[in-house]
């Protein structure tokens, strides 16, 4: 259909918001509200524009219609959107120095934009208590602009529902049920909502001060680990393009840090891969339960223990790679180097926001007395910490991990995207069930950005039927199927974040769909340019089962790589 | 007395007990002559009882006032006496000023209604008219059209006393006057013909071109044509439809669709079966607010009752035509009065409205086409296929057709429900049937609508009531809500009520109505505010700086707010600032509220001359800062006083100046 925006014509499609066709056209208009694929609201009213008769519509809800003619700069609509600013604002605490958001909020932004010098409205504030009790996600509602964005990806993207809104009128706000704690919820901890917080409402707990303790204890060894998906996002913290490969400039900041050793998760990962692929095939052999449903993901697990508990023997039992790496250093690591592993401070750098809530599971210890991993930042702490520390990351030289727990194959990097340990794991258990690797390495179609990616793959006589699933609302019907004996597939990967890790809570903000796309092509392009692409040619995997573990899936392997569930209330 | 089930299930199936009341249907083989028909009617309807009838208005109104001791005294009473009488309760006719009124129809005199009745007067009622035949006058209200005029002289037609004389009853032409839980008296009085009428000889689509030619606009505010309305639905292929009535009062001060639903429940439910056929909707929800226990008791023994008889439910009147309706009780919300924000409420999801399009008509409940209504709508349905569309065009304006029922409170004589002709001006609704100010007092404003409406001046008291009108001067026909201020009351206080309201109502979704109604209502604040509570001279400057932005912002929320309830959520400041600028002006700048409505705005003071030192000031003082010795003038200390206005209240010789 032809439509005009400020006098000039385009075409449109039937079914598209003004705000579509003005975006792919190259009109700004500003949102708050907007969230690509989540159901627009039309709340926040900054992105109404004028159509014809004078009313203002909001164009991320409003859809074209034929002859339709829109002022996106009319006197009327630059007023209504100034004062709306001004209105928030008047309702916001004016603390932006001292915000975790400070330079990085859309609020903030928008006052800029709109040229907005002085605080029109003044009166009351709406309080809050914040709540700090979570291990992971902090909420502090005097900063809450309700525009709902974090609602509907618990609700929508989630379909966890940890957070709603509540009361009414001037005293509504975000919360959680009974204006619990977010700790006494089954929020799963994956920290989506922050990234869909446009100010400061929602954040990561921040362990930046524990982590900076144990580097200035000089009777500490403090040993990081970095996740797959944060060597192709960290780089975006520093004006570095989306999907910058930054792999070798993570060991380097973190040694100028005073960080006394650089594993790799890549590694766990790979090791991942041979526990659980010796477990599918275990389970596929001798009519083990299936389908096998991937483990590495926090977020998923927190979920199934809320609200799917039946399924708990579906779930591999393989820790995740941040928890083997953990067990790993103080257990092998720590018996080889001499190091007493109540000295070891394990830092790990991830993605995530979960992460931090599995550190602390009580189960992931093996020294029973400290937990493998003493502290995740988030790949935006992680940022903050070299701005504290003066390092510019852009200009770090590339530095290789440590041996013994740094070596890592393409199938390691993959688990950064959604589809990526599903692909690791067929590349190994192809091999171990035929004794030669696939003819094609790459299997592309558990790729790509989609919640869902299904596919069958034929492993000497067998053909697995497979899923790879990202964004917790389309795992739910997998769920029902296998709870009701239903369920058809052998093994189907979970991550809680639409996307997988590249697109994590812990990761740098703002994120938008082509960002995300670009740090998945990222980790594509890592696993090709590595020489090994298989977890079983991980030297430092083989040899760590030679000294130590024993066979994949051997008790030792047990005692130290996999773990077990709980029942969670679902609240 | 025996209902028609008892007398005719026998004889006829029940899909033609209507046929047989309207005289449709010969019964003569089953042994039924027309004349019983029309003795029955007459007898069920009870203009033609064979024993005495004793109603009592047991509306909420009257409940309020006590009709349960007065309907329990008759009914101890009647005992006593020994008197074979029916004793009955009726909704509420309108004159809610003169409740408890109660209706007594002896056998061959016209039926009387007495007002302001107490148990005390049970018994003087009895004695007189129902043992001797003759009316109290003292207590008569007037009396019914009779056959013969000339019983009872005395008693004026009730169609001729002032309140009800420039009154048109079609919508409430039951209430108050049938026994609501009694489906017999509504078949009795013509009802469900229409829908009868209408399934036997109209398709839906004629429904729709005979409500379009009615012209009948929605009655919940916006006035959109229902026949059109209809039509979307009924364009909207779907395997499923909705009707939804929406029952879900909520504005200050109104209370017609509570009165339709207590008085006459039938009317509605017809009116939805209609309706519904129209747009081909086998489901309907009646979302009433739980603050409406009456009426949510009366429809659930009406819908009961209309399932019995065949009206509702499967095939019914086996036409092929099927609709299920359900109560859905609303918790209260003003915003759940929006349709997309009732839809979610009976979804079970957060009452907050959604943007539209899509509108219901397209995709409403659970996804599915939905035609929401309003009580008042619906319950004018009937009457356009009983009466007949031209008939329907007839009353009214060239643009707004039919009768509207309006809230009549306030600073009026005549509090209670008015329904009058669309082109009635506001002064005949408020001179006529309100019988003027109360008190002596003089007129200061209307307000229209409710809410969202505004308030209108003396100067548009001539206005003919219909949408157009009122919108142009900056009211709206609302939901009918008629709120009369005298000059007393104080029009800056007013628009604070109004924001006070607004800001808890507020459903909190969409940030100029969330924010921007608490901004207004804080220079509202300021505005009356007393210099005494001023800190410091940033204060002071606030107040002016605020009047500033105030329009602006009213402005703006009209503008750009999501919802009916936010567009119009500053009308009230907006009104306000048109017709009586002048007395922002008074409180911003003189610092004084001219009606003295604003306390805090006060000095009060004694005046030297007149105390007597009776120390009832001193003593009713609540915070004690009144001194004086016995038959001593007293004195109020300025440091301590609250402005709560006590002491003038109470004070004998009108000693307390208050300026």
């Known amino acids: ?571 | 007395m025996n209902t028609y089930k008892d007398i005719l299930s026998k004889k006829v199936p029940a899909e033609k007990f209507v046929e047989v009341i309207a005289g449709q249907y010969d019964a003569s083989k089953e042994g039924i002559t027309p004349e019983q028909i029309a003795e029955m009617k007459l007898n069920i309807s009870l203009e033609k009882a064979d024993k005495p009838v004793v109603l009592v208005g047991m509306g909420t109104c009257g409940l309020a006032n006590g009709a349960q001791a007065v309907y329990d005294m008759f009914v101890q009473e009647l005992k006593k006496y020994d008197i074979d009488a029916l004793l009955t309760q009726v909704g509420c006719v309108g004159y809610c000023a003169e409740e408890i009124i109660v209706d007594v129809k002896v056998p061959g005199f016209p039926r009387i209604s007495y007002k302001r009745v107490t148990p005390e007067n049970v018994n003087t009622i009895i004695e007189r008219t129902i043992v001797n035949k003759e009316p109290v006058i003292q207590k008569a209200l007037g009396k019914y059209q009779d056959a013969d005029p000339s019983i009872w002289p005395e008693i004026p037609l009730l169609k001729d006393i002032p309140f009800f004389k420039i009154q048109e009853k079609v919508v409430l032409n039951n209430c108050g006057v049938i026994d609501p839980e009694n489906i017999d008296q509504y078949l009795a009085r013509d009802g469900y013909q229409a829908l009868s009428a209408v399934l036997k000889d109209k398709s839906p689509l004629d429904v729709i071109e005979d409500t379009k030619k009615a012209g009948l606009r929605g009655r919940g505010g916006g006035g959109f044509l229902t026949g059109k309305k209809w039509e979307f639905a009924y364009h909207t292929e779907n395997d499923q439809k909705y009707l939804i009535c929406n029952a879900d009062e909520g504005d200050p001060g109104a209370f017609m669709d509570r009165a339709v639903l207590e008085g006459d429940p039938h009317r509605v439910v017809e009116g939805m079966a209609i309706a519904a056929y129209a747009i081909g909707a086998s489901k309907g929800y009646i979302y009433c607010r739980a603050e409406y226990p009456l009426a949510i008791s009366r429809l659930e023994k009406t819908i009961a009752d209309a399932m019995e008889y065949g009206l509702l439910g499967k095939n019914i009147l086996n036409s092929g035509f099927t609709f299920e309706l359900k109560i859905k009780k609303g918790a209260g919300a003003f915003v759940c009065g929006e349709e997309t924000a009732l839809i979610h409420s009976i979804e079970g999801r957060r009452g907050m409205p959604r943007p539209r399009p899509p509108f219901p008509a397209v995709s409403g409940l659970f996804g599915k086409p939905t035609i929401i209504n309003n009580v008042e709508t619906l319950a004018n349905v009937p009457v356009i296929f009983s009466k007949g569309a031209d008939w329907y065009a007839s009353v009214g304006t060239d643009s707004s057709k039919g009768t509207k029922i309006f809230a009549l409170s306030g600073k009026v004589v005549n509090t209670g429900l008015v329904e009058v002709p669309m082109g009635t001006t506001i002064r005949q609704v408020i001179f006529d049937c309100g019988g003027g100010i109360a008190d002596g007092k003089n007129f200061k404003a209307v307000q229209i609508g409710g809410p969202s409406g505004g308030a209108l001046p003396e100067q548009f008291l001539d206005t003919k009531i219909d949408y157009e009108n009122l919108k142009e001067i900056g009211a709206m026909m609302g939901s009918g809500g008629l709120v009369v201020m005298d000059e007393s009351t104080c029009m800056v206080d007013l628009a604070k009520y109004f924001m006070q309201f607004i800001t808890s109502e507020s459903c909190g979704k969409c940030i100029p109505c969330r924010e921007g109604t608490k901004r207004l209502l804080e220079i509202l604040e300021r505005i009356t505010k007393s210099y005494r509570e001023e800190e410091t001279e940033i204060d002071s400057l606030m107040r002016f700086q605020g009047m500033l932005y105030l329009e602006r912002l009213a402005d703006v929320i009209k503008d750009t707010s999501l919802c009916g309830l936010g567009q119009t959520a500053a009308n009230p400041v907006i009104s306000t600032l048109r017709y009586f600028r002048d007395e922002y002006e008074a409180h911003l700048y003189d610092r004084t509220c001219p009606s003295k409505a604003c306390r805090q705005m006060l000095t009060y003071t004694i005046n030297e001359e007149k105390c007597i030192g009776c120390t009832l000031c001193a003593t009713r003082c609540p915070v004690n800062c009144i001194s004086g010795a016995r038959k001593e003038v007293h004195f109020i200390d300025q440091k301590t006083c609250t402005h709560c206005g006590q002491c003038e209240l109470n004070c004998h010789f009108d000693a307390i100046i208050a300026e």
Not at chain 1, 381 to 404: H, Q, S
Not at chain 1, 474 to 497: P, Q, R, T, W
Not at chain 1, 525 to 551: M, Q, T, W
């Open chain 1, 1 to 571: 259909m032809n439509i005009k925006i400020n006098n000039n014509a385009y075409w449109a499609n039937p079914g598209e918001t003004i705000l579509q066709v003005a975006h792919r056209e190259g009109i700004k208009i500003p949102t708050l509200c907007y969230m690509a694929d989540l159901t627009p609201t039309g709340s926040c009213r900054i992105c109404v524009v004028e159509i014809s008769n004078g009313q203002l519509v909001p164009s991320c809800a409003y859809p074209v219609s034929e002859g339709m003619e829109v002022q996106t700069n009319s006197k009327k609509v630059r007023r209504s959107r100034k004062s709306i600013i001004e209105l928030l604002i008047a309702n916001h605490p004016q603390d932006c120095l001292v915000c975790v958001r400070n330079g990085c909020c859309d609020l903030q932004d928008l006052a800029a934009e709109y040229g907005v010098r002085s605080y029109r409205y003044v009166g009351e504030k709406r309080s809050g208590k914040l709540d700090l009790a979570s291990p992971a996600v902090e909420r502090d509602p005097e900063k809450c602009i309700l525009c709902g964005r974090c609602v509907r990806m618990c609700h929508e993207v989630q379909n966890v529902g940890a957070i709603d809104f509540v009361d009414r009128g001037f005293y509504s706000n975000v919360a959680p049920a009974m204006n619990r704690s977010l700790n006494t919820t089954a929020c799963v901890y994956c920290g989506q909502c922050i990234t869909a917080c446009p100010v400061g409402a929602l954040r990561e707990k921040s362990y930046l001060k524990k982590a900076w303790e144990a580097i200035n204890d000089p009777d500490i060894h403090v040993i990081a680990q970095v996740a797959p998906a944060v060597r192709v996002a960290i780089g975006e913290e520093f004006g570095m393009p989306a999907g910058t490969i930054s792999t070798g400039k993570i060991p380097a900041a973190l040694r100028r840090i005073g960080v006394d050793e650089v594993f790799d998760t890549n590694f766990a990962a790979d090791l991942t891969i041979i526990e659980e692929a010796n477990e599918l095939i275990d389970r596929i052999k001798n009519g083990g339960k299936l389908p096998l449903f991937t483990s590495c993901s926090p977020g998923w697990i927190k979920y199934v223990e809320h609200f799917y508990p039946e399924v708990f023997e579906n779930i591999s039992s393989c820790k995740s790679p941040q928890g083997m790496q953990g067990a790993m250093i103080k257990s092998y690591y720590a018996q080889k180097s001499q190091i007493d592993p109540d000295k070891i401070f394990v830092l790990s750098i991830m993605p995530c926001t979960a992460k931090k809530f599995e550190a602390g599971r009580p189960e992931l210890s093996v020294t029973h007395k400290a937990p493998d991993v003493d502290v995740v930042l988030s790949t935006r702490e992680f940022a903050r910490m070299m701005r504290i520390a003066g390092i510019d990351f852009t200009r770090m030289p590339d530095e290789g991990f440590d041996d013994p727990l740094g070596e890592s194959t393409g199938a390691g990097v993959l688990f950064g995207a959604s589809g990526g340990v599903m692909e690791a794991a067929l590349r190994t258990a192809h091999f171990l069930i035929t004794g030669k690797d696939m003819d094609h390495i790459d299997f592309t179609s558990v790729r790509g950005l989609e919640g869902v990616k299904e596919s069958s793959i034929k492993i000497g006589n067998a053909t697995l039927k497979v899923a790879a699933v990202s964004g917790l609302h389309n795992i739910d019907h997998f769920l029902e199927d296998v709870k009701n004996g239903k369920s058809d597939y052998h093994f189907i990967e979970v991550m809680a974040c639409p996307g997988g890790c590249i697109n994590g809570g812990g990761q740098p903000l703002p994120a938008s769909p082509e960002k995300i796309k670009k740090r998945m092509e990222a980790i594509y392009e890592i696993d090709r340019s590595l020489p090994k692409r298989c977890s079983h040619y991980n030297n430092s995997v083989n040899a760590l089962y030679e000294n130590f573990l024993g066979k994949p899936g051997g008790e030792k392997s047990h005692k130290l790589l996999h773990t077990h569930y709980f029942k969670r209330e679902a609240i």
